[in-house]
C-alpha cells in the first residue's frame, strides 16, 4: 500500500515564526502535493511538484512556499505565520503520469497559529 | 475551467436508510471522476473513482456512475451504517496533457444514527 506521512499530527504556532511541514511518501510518486481544508471551502491547492525541485503554484500559493530536494520529500514552508494560516493541511502524491490518476493523501497537520 | 459542484448537506441519515450524494462537473473533454472520504481525524481516502462515460465506480456497497450527458457522478449507497459517517468529496482531475491536479468540490458531511 502507498503510504504517505505527515510530520505532525498537531502543531502550535505563534504569529510570525517560520513553520515547516513536512511530507514523505514511500511509492516512488513524481507528483506531490500541498493542499488545505477550511470548513465551507473544501480543498485548496497551494503548490505541487512533479519532479525533484520542481514546482508550481496552485490556486492559493500566497505565504507559503515548498521544497523538493529529494523524490520522496516535499516540504511547506510558512514564511512567516499568520492566523489566517491556521487550518488543516494535507499532503498528497501520485503517479499520474504512470497511467494512474489517484491521488493518496496523508492524516494530515492542524495548525494552529495564535 | 474546471469545477466540481456537490450538495452541501449536512445529510443525516438513519442506518439502513438509502444514501444519494448529488454531484456535477465542468470540464473540457473527458476527466477522470472521483469519490474520496474523510473519516474523522484522517486524511482522505479514495472511495471508487470512473475514467470514461457508462463506466460504474463501486467499493464497499458505494456505486457512482460516469455519466456525460448530465455531467454528473451521484455517489449512492443502498443501506447506510454508522460507520459511513465521514465528509464524502466528488472530485474530477483532466485526462491527458500536462494538467494533472484534482478538483474538489467543496464536500458533503454524512452522519448516520443508529
Known amino acids: 500500500d502507498v503510504k504517505v506521512t505527515q510530520s505532525s499530527r498537531y502543531l502550535v504556532k505563534r504569529t510570525g515564526e517560520k513553520v515547516f511541514l513536512e511530507c514523505v511518501q514511500d511509492?516512488?510518486?513524481?507528483?506531490m502535493f500541498w493542499y488545505r481544508q477550511d470548513p465551507g471551502l473544501g480543498l485548496r491547492l497551494i503548490y505541487f511538484s512533479y519532479d525533484v525541485k520542481m514546482k508550481e503554484k496552485g490556486d492559493i500559493p500566497e505565504g507559503y512556499s515548498v521544497s523538493r530536494e529529494k523524490k520522496e520529500r516535499f516540504s511547506l514552508i510558512l514564511e512567516s505565520a499568520s492566523t489566517n494560516q491556521t487550518s488543516m493541511y494535507l499532503c498528497a502524491s501520485d503517479s499520474h503520469g504512470q497511467g494512474t490518476d489517484t491521488q493518496y493523501f496523508g492524516p494530515g497537520t492542524r495548525l494552529t497559529v495564535l | 475551467g474546471n469545477s466540481v459542484t456537490q450538495m452541501e448537506g449536512p445529510v443525516t441519515l438513519s442506518e439502513e436508510a438509502f444514501l444519494t450524494i448529488n454531484c456535477t462537473y465542468t470540464?473540457?473533454?473527458?476527466?477522470?471522476l472521483f469519490w474520496y472520504v474523510q473519516y474523522p481525524g484522517e486524511g482522505l481516502q479514495l472511495l471508487l473513482k470512473?475514467?470514461?462515460?457508462?463506466d460504474k465506480g463501486s467499493n464497499k456497497g458505494f456505486e457512482a456512475t460516469y455519466r456525460k450527458e448530465t455531467t454528473s457522478f451521484h455517489l449512492e449507497k443502498g443501506s447506510v451504517q454508522v460507520s459511513d459517517s465521514a465528509v464524502y468529496f466528488c472530485?474530477?482531475?483532466?485526462?491527458?496533457?500536462?494538467?494533472?491536479?484534482?478538483?474538489f468540490g467543496k464536500g458533503t458531511l454524512l452522519t448516520v444514527n443508529p
Open positions: 470540464a473540457t473533454g473527458y476527466p477522470s
Open positions: 470512473a475514467t470514461k462515460a457508462d
Open positions: 472530485a474530477l482531475t483532466p485526462r491527458g496533457g500536462s494538467n494533472y491536479k484534482l478538483t
Open positions: 511509492m516512488d510518486h513524481e507528483n
